[in-house]
């Protein structure tokens, strides 16, 4: 039980000293008989706010920067109409800053017997589950001189998925994949490896296509059409230790990744291919398996959601013994890593012909856009020392990637923003030759 506001002020007024009422709980006591009565009346008249019944509704998940709706239900099954304040506490990252005390205190009244819903929007700024901690609930009086207080567990929790911005991306991506699969009138010729029909030859075409028995038994030309191999398998590698906590901009390398890796998911599936993930850095944090292609994209997103950059060296040994348990036949590893030479030179290097010897490897990595825009600053002393070191970086990664691609490693090295498409790419381009 609590004295209002106004009641304080009243009792202030007349000079009322403070006392004990009960064990636990301090209060003004009125020393006029008018005032006594009216806050024990108005204590006396407040619904009890232990007798509430509350009961939750809404989403279950939603994408990062947009918004989830979770709805409270309280009943009253009192004999008493409930006039209340209430606050519905969720942890601090459910909302972008400034925003918590509009989005989560709500007004009600509730007459007796009767039900009420009141929505929280939240706008998680982070990923992974959000769950509602507790619900307080302060219950007043008709003359608001005293209220009762109290809180109640209600539990609900809101999965934040992965934002998946290159999702702009897969249209001119599918394009290109139908273009390699011959279901448009532009057909890419020469390219892939199971044959799929014959055409007239029209000029530009690969002489290395015509096939002349057909040409023997026709009066033109004709050529061979080819399209890409179907039904192959990729295994998404994501490292999830201290390199990928490193910030590229606004985001951490591991969403960078994510994304990028989702882009290559939604196109490979469409494409008729198999994926699987593996999350890992000394253990497994998350593994997809055998998901058929309409529930593959689905499935990653809610495995990726509640991934967070371990600060632990990768095991890289262990990386590649669980990824050659995960992919046993011949496959594409998409390996999303760092490209600092340290941890590929110490701990990737040595065991990478474990994976070439019996795979296809393609190793993506997250570039830092403030190491290219340093190596362009001029001006001042202290900038051309931090365009030199900025150099020195790119001319690093660079011959880090090139150890890799010496053992027959395809290497993308992108900023946030080109990693998805170019790692797209990549993967079109080993398709289209036959590669995979």
């Not at 007004?107 to 039900?115: F, L």
């Not at 892939?192 to 009066?219: C, H, K, M, N």
């Not at 019996?358 to 051309?384: C, K, W």
């Amino acid at each position: 039980m609590a004295l209002t506001g106004r009641a304080a002020l009243l009792a202030a007024l007349g000079s009322i000293p403070v006392g004990i009422l009960e064990p636990g709980w301090t209060g003004i006591l009125a020393v006029n008989g008018p005032l006594a009565l009216a806050c024990a009346c108005d204590f006396a008249l407040a619904a009890p706010v232990r007798r509430l019944v509350l009961s939750r509704s809404g989403d279950t998940s939603a994408r990062l920067g947009e918004t989830a709706d979770v709805t409270l239900t309280i009943t009253n099954p009192t004999g008493r109409p409930l006039r209340a304040r209430l606050r519905d506490a969720w942890p601090p990252s459910s909302w972008q800053p400034g925003t918590e005390v509009e989005s989560s205190r709500h007004r009600v009244t509730i007459p007796a017997g009767e039900r009420r819903r009141v929505t929280t929007r939240l706008r998680p700024t982070r990923r992974g589950d959000r769950q509602a901690d507790r619900v307080t609930i302060r219950s007043y009086g008709p003359l608001g001189l005293f209220s009762r207080q109290g809180t109640h567990k209600v539990p609900w929790t809101v999965r934040v998925l992965p934002p998946f911005t290159s999702r702009k991306h897969l249209p001119s991506k599918l394009a290109r994949l139908r273009e390699l699969d011959g279901r448009t009138s532009v057909l890419t010729r020469g390219e892939g490896t199971e044959f799929d029909s014959l055409r007239e030859y029209v000029p530009g075409d690969d002489t290395r296509s015509i096939d002349w028995r057909a040409t023997a038994r026709q009066s033109t030309v004709a050529v061979r059409t080819w399209r890409p191999e179907r039904d192959r398998h990729i295994l998404l590698v994501l490292d999830t230790g201290r390199t990928s906590a490193g910030r590229m901009g606004d985001i951490p390398r591991l969403d960078a990744s994510l994304d990028a890796a989702l882009l290559l998911a939604a196109l490979a599936s469409r494409a008729g291919d198999r994926v699987d993930l593996l999350a890992y850095d000394r253990r497994i944090r998350a593994l997809v398996q055998g998901r058929p292609a309409g529930d593959v994209l689905p499935s990653l997103v809610n495995a990726m959601a509640t991934l967070e950059p371990e600060l632990v060296e990768t095991d890289a040994r262990g990386l590649t013994a669980t990824a050659l348990r995960t992919a046993p036949r011949r496959s594409l590893i998409v390996l999303l890593t760092t490209l600092d030479a340290a941890p590929v030179e110490q701990g990737l290097l040595p065991v990478l012909p474990q994976l070439t010897q019996r795979h296809t490897v393609l190793v993506a990595s997250v570039a830092d856009p403030h190491i290219a825009q340093m190596v362009q600053a001029r001006g001042n002393a202290e900038a051309v020392y931090e365009a030199a070191a900025a150099a020195q970086a790119q001319s690093e990664r660079q011959r880090t990637a090139e150890q890799l691609r010496r053992h027959g490693v395809t290497v993308v090295d992108a900023t946030p923003d080109d990693l998805a498409p170019a790692l797209a790419d990549a993967y079109l381009a080993l398709k289209a030759t036959g590669r995979l």
